[in-house]
């Protein structure tokens, strides 16, 4: 691998689209890991659990569409290069 390939792929691979699905993937993990410890701030235990379970349900979905966007942007623009 050229040193000219090793920096276009790190020059693509942080262009500003993908670092904004890379840091929304980020933040739904973090979400989805921080609402697994509970919500110590809330009183009752049954709403606790279901502000905690709608917290970890609303980072998965971050996470997937994170992962999902990185995913279609890559093969979008790879298909175009083929074209």
Do not use: C
Request: net charge negative; hydrophobic share 55%.
């Amino acid at each position: 691998m050229s040193e000219d390939t090793a920096v276009d792929s790190f020059r693509y691979a942080l262009n500003p689209e993908l670092v904004k699905l890379y840091v929304v993937a980020a933040l739904g993990w973090f979400l989805v890991d921080f609402s697994q410890g509970g919500f110590f701030i809330i009183p009752n235990p049954l709403l606790e659990n279901l502000v905690s379970s709608v917290a970890s349900l609303f980072g998965l979905a971050l996470f997937v569409g994170g992962l999902v966007g990185v995913v279609h942007q890559v093969l979008s623009d790879s298909m175009q290069t083929v074209r």
